[in-house]
């Protein structure tokens, strides 16, 4: 305004109106544009959510578990066997998802303490299918008797021919 009253010109009273309205609505515009974002983001992540499984991994693990888990007590000591491992087991595992594996059945089998390599009597199985805990019985069964089978490949031995 200064320089326009240098010059010997005067600004009329609405053009500094329109100014001050075109300044408030490029706001209200700008504000708009972010909320926008914003609810588009949280649709987003709305969606996300719900395609998220019903069943979290380790209560999924736990799961697997269940029907072989009264077999044993608490303070039980039980060996474990997996995909790849002869027994009486072998450490270091063949890598982090078999580790994963040995360490799930751990917490899902908690208070019996899991032990890889182990005498105990009782040896704990974690196969990719129940045909592989199977066909792991079958090739020891001079060493192992199958004493139950869980869900998903989970098996239960006991030391000892059948």
């Known amino acids: ?33 972010v909320l926008l974002s914003g609810v588009i983001r ?36 039980a060996g474990y066997v997996a995909d790849g491992l002869t027994l009486p087991g072998t450490w270091p595992m063949a890598g982090p998802r078999a580790a994963q594996g040995y360490y799930l059945a751990q917490y899902a089998l908690v208070p019996a303490l899991i032990s890889i390599p182990s005498d105990a009597p009782l040896v704990v199985g974690n196969f990719s299918s129940v045909a592989a805990a199977r066909e792991f019985a ?10 139950g089978l869980g869900r998903g490949g989970v098996a239960l031995f006991r030391r000892g021919a059948q």
């Open 138 to 147: 079958a090739r020891n069964r001079h060493t192992l008797s199958l004493v």
């Open 42 to 77: 949280l649709g987003a992540e709305i969606a996300e959510f719900e395609k998220a499984p019903a069943i979290d991994p380790i209560t999924a693990n736990e799961n697997r578990y269940a029907p072989v888990r009264p077999a044993i007590s608490a303070g039980d000591r």
């Open 1 to 33: 305004m200064a320089f326009a009253q240098s010059r010997g010109e005067t600004l009329r009273p609405s053009h500094t109106q329109a100014l001050y309205a075109l300044r408030i609505a490029a706001i209200f515009v700008l504000m708009a544009i």
